[in-house]
């Protein structure tokens, strides 16, 4: 005679089983993050708290404010100046666009989406120089001495220029997302009152997409504080410097590691003081 003893079975709860479906779905991304990300930037952290000899130390810290100070500030200085002439530019376009709907234009602000840094770097080098594209052109309008114009191309308005037009096609497309998703009825509304094209971006669709323009600022500001070809290429070598030149120079030419990575962290802290900043302000709007 066989005797058969019940088993209990145990049901997981369906919230439990919602949380595992989640973090097996997040689990590739954050493994990315984690080895991308954290582990390498746990090594620059450790390895700019160590001197040569090996030693715990924040003399390379030290070393990188008594000489970089100046260009710390001035790669602050670019990268928000080329962020709110970005922002303007895109938040201006992205509104016409919404209101007038000209795919072409809209084509042709995409294009420096697919365009790599270091051609960008080489080609506004070549359209802003003081013989360049540019010049030329207007030479053929109005004649002028090209050697009497002050050089665009390697001073702050050059680097400024160059990455406004490299990350517009970026900024663009989120911004113009945001404003196709504000309600046409809205819209409709405010033109029935006198409203113009202006009055509609300033006062309906740039306060409805204070989201994706926060979103746009800290992705873009952060690019342009970590970015090196478009400098390296249009910089100035007499003057201030983007910090990304000075962490190159350090490493590949000083081979002094320490401070290379001590300039590495603090642009990394500084990108996450103002990731965290634009967080906190759309989390209150």
């Known amino acids: 005679m066989r005797i058969v003893r019940n088993k209990e079975v145990k049901i997981i709860h369906p919230a439990t089983l919602k949380w595992l479906a989640g973090a097996a779905l997040a689990a590739p991304a954050v493994f990315l993050v984690v080895v991308l990300f954290v582990v390498p930037f746990g090594h620059s952290v450790m390895t700019s708290l160590q001197a040569a000899n090996g030693e715990w130390t924040l003399v390379n810290y030290m070393t990188a404010f008594e000489l ?102 970026f900024s663009l497309l989120l911004i113009l997302g945001s404003f196709r998703s504000v309600n046409q009825s809205y819209l409709d509304a405010a033109r029935n009152v006198g409203a113009g094209n202006l009055r509609l971006i300033k006062d309906i669709m740039l306060p409805m997409s204070y989201g994706s323009i926060a979103v746009v600022s800290v992705l873009t500001f952060t690019s342009m504080m970590g970015s090196f070809s478009i400098p390296a290429m249009l910089g100035n070598g007499d003057g201030s410097q983007m910090i990304m030149i000075d962490l190159y120079y350090q490493m590949v030419y000083q081979h002094n590691n320490g401070v290379a990575n001590a300039l590495g962290v603090i642009s990394y802290l500084i990108s996450m003081g103002a990731a965290i900043y634009y967080v906190r302000r759309v989390s209150s709007v």
């Open 68 to 169: 970089y100070t100046k260009d710390i500030w001035y790669t602050l200085w670019v990268s928000a100046l080329s962020l709110a002439v970005l922002l303007l530019l895109s938040v201006l376009i992205g509104g016409l666009l919404r209101l007038k709907g000209r795919p072409v234009i809209e084509f042709i602000f995409k294009i420096p989406l697919f365009v790599p840094f270091v051609v960008v770097g080489h080609a506004m080098r070549v359209f802003l120089a003081p013989h360049g594209t540019l010049n030329s052109t207007l030479l053929s309008i109005i004649p002028f001495d090209p050697d009497a114009v002050p050089s665009i191309a390697f001073t702050t308005a050059g680097l400024v220029i160059s990455l406004v037009w490299k990350n517009i096609g």
